[in-house]
């Protein structure tokens, strides 16, 4: 069945980029995913990317896609404590609308 | 993209009862999902709440435990009936605006079960 792995823990300092690495295994996606979750609050989209492109850049935020490897990545640069939260992957199954998630990566932001 | 509005954000039941959750939306959307999280997990998705019509449910989860409403194209409830500490959960509701993707989420409900 549907599947997507993530890392679960990431800590970085304040200023230096972040890297979160997530792999899915359903190649019939249209869309792939990243979601943003604070303490306390729900998710937040953070951005997207159709399954023919390679990449997307969106102010801080790049995304990287191979899709011979399933392997989807999400580039946060100059990260700063503020985005100190959890990272979802997630991929669309089957264009049903029903979505996979990641278990999440929880970033962790040193000052 | 829209505004969506989940009551109540949070909740603290006694076990057996039943909660209903409400999720508005300030525009008609297409499609309307419902997603739990377990304490520390990720997300898991319901049901799909059809307008009109009984919701599909995934695998694992039923109507009786989990009965759904959509009566038009901006409101959908989920009831947690029965409830017991194993229902301990954020339950989310998410829109697809026309049929475009992505989904957006509302703030959750926080529901724990004495």
């Known amino acids: 069945g549907e599947d997507v792995e993530q890392s679960l823990f990431l800590s970085v300092r304040e200023g230096d980029s972040s890297v979160i690495n997530c792999t899915y295994t359903?190649?019939?996606?249209?869309?792939l995913y990243w979601y943003k979750q604070e303490p306390g609050a729900g998710l937040q989209l953070l951005t997207y990317?159709?399954?023919?492109?390679d990449m997307k850049q969106d102010q801080r935020l790049t995304v990287l896609l191979n899709k011979k490897d399933k392997h989807l990545s999400l580039r946060i640069a100059d990260t700063q404590t503020g985005d100190s939260a959890i990272y979802f992957c997630?991929?669309?199954?089957?264009?049903?609308?029903?979505?996979?998630f990641g278990q999440g990566t929880t970033l962790q932001v040193k000052p | 993209s829209a505004v969506i509005s989940q009551k109540p954000s949070r909740d603290i039941c006694q076990r057996g009862t039943s909660l209903t959750i409400q999720c508005q939306v300030d525009s008609q959307v297409t499609m309307m999902f419902w997603y739990r999280q377990q304490p520390g997990q990720s997300l898991t998705l319901i049901a799909t709440?059809?307008?009109?019509?009984?919701?599909?449910?995934e695998s694992g989860f039923v109507i009786d435990k989990f009965p759904i409403s959509r009566p038009n194209l901006t409101f959908s409830t989920l009831t947690v009936s029965n409830m017991s500490p194993e229902d301990s959960s954020i339950y989310l509701c998410?829109?697809?605006?026309?049929?475009?993707?992505?989904?957006?989420f509302g703030d959750g409900t926080r529901l724990s079960i004495l």
């Open positions: 709440a059809n307008q009109g019509s009984e919701a599909t449910y």
């Open positions: 990317i159709f399954s023919n492109m």
């Open positions: 998410s829109v697809e605006l026309d049929g475009r993707q992505p989904q957006h």
């Open positions: 997630a991929e669309n199954s089957g264009n049903t609308g029903k979505l996979i």
């Open positions: 359903d190649s019939s996606s249209t869309y």
